[in-house]
């Protein structure tokens, strides 16, 4: 069982719906990141969280330690936010990341 | 926000020669550098840490020797590929993680180079 788990791992969906993926992780962690790769490649940081949660524009990030579970969330989605979406956690103690396997997301106009 | 360049992103080369890829860290001083290699629609895949000024550590099953790592100075880290063969062939990722408090733990990422081994 991979450290950590992303759900679910395609999602296609209408331009203007909510969207949610999920990551569930089985390590003591001291941040977790969300990422962002289009089909080019880049690799845009989107997140670092260590507790609660953070907004920016559309996109909506939480974090529960005791439950070891991350969500983030687009609201209003729209095809440019078609990309993998990447959970990434840096376990306690450790200088690298652990990687989900990611979310690819398709926002259909 | 932060920047890190890549280059070159997209090279393709003769089986048995060396391609360096670079990673700068364009407004902030990068203690430590990660070099990830990626294989169509799989996720990142660790293969060494680099930290200014000292030599890089390797992730199991890394050929050292093959994948040559120069972390020179706070803003600038290489990737050499050795005499590389098609299987080398793979799209590399380098990541830097920010000097100072206020960004203390926060990784960026390069571009990517897209490597092709004929």
């Known amino acids: 069982k991979n450290e950590v788990e992303q759900s679910p791992q395609n999602l296609t969906a209408q331009e203007g719906e909510f969207i949610t993926i999920n990551c569930s992780y089985s390590?003591?962690?001291?941040?977790l990141h969300w990422l962002q790769q289009h089909p080019g490649g880049g690799i845009v940081s989107l997140f670092m969280?260590?507790?609660g949660k953070k907004k920016h524009g559309r996109l909506i990030a939480t974090i529960n330690i005791q439950e070891k579970h991350s969500s983030l969330h687009i609201t209003a989605s729209h095809p440019r936010d078609s990309a993998v979406y990447i959970c990434a956690v840096r376990v306690q103690g450790a200088q690298k990341l652990v990687f989900g396997q990611g979310t690819r997301l398709t926002i259909n106009p | 926000g932060a920047v890190v360049s890549q280059h070159p992103s997209w090279v393709i080369c003769k089986s048995g020669t060396s391609v360096k890829i670079e990673c700068r860290s364009l407004d902030f001083q990068a203690t430590t550098m990660f070099w990830y290699r990626q294989f169509p629609k799989q996720s990142l895949m660790l293969m060494a840490t680099s930290n200014e000024g000292s030599k890089a550590t390797y992730e199991q099953g890394v050929e050292k020797d093959k994948f040559l790592i120069n972390h020179a100075s706070l803003t600038l880290s290489t990737l050499t590929v050795t005499s590389a063969h098609p299987e080398d062939s793979s799209f590399y990722i380098c990541?830097?993680?920010?000097?100072?408090?206020?960004?203390?733990?926060?990784?960026?990422f390069g571009a990517g180079t897209r490597l092709s081994v004929l």
């Open positions: 390590v003591g962690i001291s941040a």
């Open positions: 969280l260590s507790s």
């Open positions: 990541s830097a993680r920010a000097l100072g408090h206020h960004a203390k733990n926060i990784q960026y």
